[in-house]
């Protein structure tokens, strides 16, 4: 029997209307305000889904009315299809086709990529700007949500190059979002600054724990050191989301000077904190709570606290308290403390699986395990560290980038014959993708670059391309990545 609860946005209008919701710029709005925004938006969404779809895509950046069309699909009980704002036109193709929804809202910022979109698309295309103009229908929202069902859907690469679409239920969000307050705790003046893309699972999560835990979100458009000092030294703030590339350039602009003491967690993700970040942090009296999760686990599955972090300085932390954690030396034997080894993780947070990707289910779950691909051990205490994510994996100021994609669009070239893709440490961003290509005639750096930009988002286009003669494999004939940077 499937577990149902209350409307989540409408119980939290009863519980508590008159407690902020949603901080943006100068404006604020409580829950019920929020609610009613969310009703007439929902209204004037009603029609534009076709009766027999039930998704709607978004293409939306951090603003209040992307808040409220994505609770407006929530109540109409549609499945809400995330587009990342920062892919190509032909990304976004792919995941439209891929995912079929029935409608896709977009805003201003992103109308020239919907416009080299459109003649390709089968669904409804409606700007923010039209939606909000148009007139209000009755609109049956959900009375009660099932813990089973599909909340959200958003798109994840994998090293094979395709991208999956991660499903992700209300049940997901519920679990994830009681895991982590059980670690980090609620108080009355909690505050959330999400200055991370909604978008995303990390953005997004905060929009889903602002209704279930009652407190505000501050939210930024984009990323802004200075201004995000200055909020967290206000005492407007007391949980922030960010990686490690946000945290360097935060410090960088404050100086010597501390945060307001109400700022209590730095929930830090999106990739391993370098330990000389962590000892800043340390020192300057940050609260940094380091994480471990992705998209298939609707955010952080492993915390670790503060008071661990220098103990414990590189660990990611222990699974939070409704997820499990294995790492598995080989198919059949757990790994012993500190033995290397596949991490497999279990837990009502972790997906049911990809959308459309039957074999992939079948790889990546096994007897209720996901297999995440990332490999690690636990040392003595059960402590989790991380070695490699998803073994070739780049994280680049928080955003993942996966080699076999690069190569992919490399190889297309008609110079290029082989190529390899490595991730090379950078100062700014962690880490950035290298290319590595033998040619099979003259062609240079400059063009294979621009080559790449036309088909890839910004933050994926290599560095640097560098020709070689040939690239390391094995007996089998398999690239070795993690060789490619003895090329340099």
Known sequence: MAITTPNWLEKRVDLSPDRTALVFKDQSWTFQEMFTLVQKTAGQMTDLVPGDCNRVAVLLNNRPESVWIIHAIQQLGLETVFLNC????????FQIKDSKPGLIIYDSPNAHTLVKLEPSLEPAVVSVKELVSRPI?????????????????MYTSGTTGNPKGVLQTY?????????????????????????VPIYHISGFSILMRSIIYGLPVILMEKFDERIVNQLLSSGQVTIMSAVSAMITRMLTAQGEQSYHPAFRCLLAGGGPVPKPLLKACKDQGIPVFQ??????TSSQIVTLSPEDSLTKLG???????????????????????MQEGEIFVKGPNVTPGYLNRDDANRISFKDGWFSTGDIGYKDEDGFVYILDRRSDLIISGGENIYPAELEGVLVSHPSVEEAGVTGIEDSK??????????????????????YCRQKLASYKVPKRILKVAELPRNGANKLMRRLLKDLL
């Open 86 to 93: 920062r892919l190509t036109a032909n990304e976004l193709l």
């Open 137 to 153: 229908q009755k609109m049956p929202y959900k009375k009660e949500i099932h813990l089973d069902d599909v909340c959200s859907i």
């Open 171 to 195: 049940g997901n969000h519920w679990w994830s979002a009681s895991g982590s307050i059980l670690n980090i705790g609620l108080e009355k003046n909690d505050s959330w600054l999400c200055t």
């Open 291 to 296: 994480t471990y999760g992705m998209t298939e």
């Open 315 to 337: 660990s990611a932390g222990k699974p939070l308290f409704p997820s499990q954690l294995k790492v598995m030396a080989d198919s059949d034997q757990e790994a012993k403390p």
């Open 429 to 450: 961003w962690g880490s950035v993708p290298y290319g590595f290509v033998v040619a099979t005639e003259d062609v240079k750096e400059e063009e294979l670059i621009e």
